[in-house]
């Protein structure tokens, strides 16, 4: 019987991010999908306690005999004898076909088995100030070797597919296959009001939701708060702290803007997600780089405006539910959150528009997609193609 095994070690990761959601998700959907005869495994590097990447119907995780450091190394470095009899043929995952969630992957395919790997955008490229100087260097290199060596790359929009080829030679053909909507973020559990309570939400706020870092732009939409113009609420960031210390209070006292009216959420648990998406005014997304932009998928599918920025992949999910702004500019931000937070007919016509967007994607689709890339490999294969 063959077996898919998809690599989970950014569930290990102290920020697992968006990544993160989406190693978990799709692999809980491409069990549920499998096609006839397939089986799914996980597999990840050394880890003391396995927990994390124990997914129900998902056999593993499969741990490979180096810690995780030291893999990301051997897989970088591609070890001679890596994948060939003796101690190098350990550090391949195991099973008849890998997918690699995130660039993270063996240094390329082994006979009679297929590699798939997942490229979220060419941020190391566009906008490398939003990564560490070694986080770019490692991103470039592990994702040329993909576009070079693996079987086929996903990419979750068409604007990173058009990306891919302007920086790296690309073999691999590139598959566009987009998110989906966890199921748990849109029911309103029965405890909501006792959850918001807890979490200390206002009673009407603007959202944000995403990791933490500069490229999100959570400068730009605290400087927009305090525009003459702008709504006079409170702002909601959920997310963990990612590179770049970035310290919304004290961006929020740079730009003169009372820290009390922001709220760091931090980490939350999907079922308080659920809470927070459904008491939210509007969805913020100033981000100024994207790959996809799941957030503003959630938003939509709760039924939240969203007001995002002009970077291609948001303009993309978004589909024109949302509201357009220019990256970096905090007065057009604050004039598009005040427009849709004091006319409540836009904020009625978004929320059934973004709705109706969302309902275009899903996570069973997304795995269905997977399959049928991995389905292909079976089948004469072609050249990179961009859509």
């Known amino acids: 019987m063959p077996k898919l095994v998809v690599l989970l070690e950014q569930l290990f990761a102290p920020v697992p991010g968006g ?25 990840a590097a050394w880890h003391a306690d396995p927990t994390p990447a124990i997914i129900p119907g998902v056999e593993g995780p499969h741990l490979l005999p180096l810690p995780r450091q030291a893999l990301v190394a051997a897989w970088d470095w591609d070890i001679p004898g890596w994948g060939i009899p003796g101690w190098g ?8 076909a890998v997918h ?13 088995c297929e590699l798939v790997v997942t490229v979220h955008d060419t ?4 906008h490398p100030e939003g990564l560490t100087r070694r986080g770019v260097r490692w991103h470039r290199r592990m994702v040329a070797r993909a576009a070079r060596r693996a079987d086929a790359l996903v990419v979750p929009t068409a604007a ?34 006792r959850i918001a309570l807890r979490l200390g939400l206002p009673p009407r706020y603007v959202l944000a939701l995403g990791t933490l870092e500069p490229r999100k732009g959570i400068d730009t939409l605290l400087a927009a708060l ?39 959420l931090g980490a939350i648990t999907d079922e308080e997600l659920a809470v927070v998406l459904h ?25 939240v405006p969203v007001v995002h920025s002009d970077a291609p992949a948001l303009v993309e999910v978004a589909g024109g539910a949302g509201v357009t702004v220019p990256r970096n500019d905090a007065g057009a931000l604050a004039a598009a959150l005040r427009a849709v937070l004091f006319d409540p007919a836009t904020a009625q016509a978004m929320s059934a528009a973004g709705r109706r967007r969302a309902e275009q994607f899903s996570w069973e689709r997304t795995a269905r997609q997977v399959w049928a890339v991995h389905t292909e490999l079976r089948q004469p294969r072609s050249r990179c193609v961009i859509p």
Do not use: I, K
Not at 89 to 96: N, R
């Open 19 to 43: 990544t993160g959601r989406y190693s978990r998700e799709l692999t809980v959907a491409l069990a549920a999908t499998a096609p006839a005869g397939w089986t799914v495994g996980s597999a």
């Open 123 to 126: 941020v190391p490229w566009t």
């Open 100 to 112: 690699a969630p995130t660039p993270l992957a063996p240094p390329g395919p082994r006979r009679g």
């Open 160 to 193: 990173v597919a058009r990306g891919v080829p302007r920086h790296v030679p690309c073999r691999a053909r590139v598959h566009v296959v987009g998110e989906g909507v966890t199921a748990a973020v849109l029911r309103l559990p029965v405890q909501a009001a």
């Open 279 to 303: 008491g939210a005014a509007v969805l913020a997304a100033p981000s100024r780089a994207e790959g996809f932009g799941l957030p503003v998928l959630e938003a939509m599918a709760a039924g």
């Open 89 to 96: 043929s350990g550090l391949w995952p195991g099973g008849d």
């Open 226 to 264: 305090t525009a003459p113009h702008a709504p006079d609420l409170p702002v909601v960031l959920v997310g963990q702290p990612g590179w770049g210390r970035l310290d919304p209070a004290a961006l929020a006292r740079q730009c003169g803007l009372d820290p009390a009216r922001v709220h760091l």
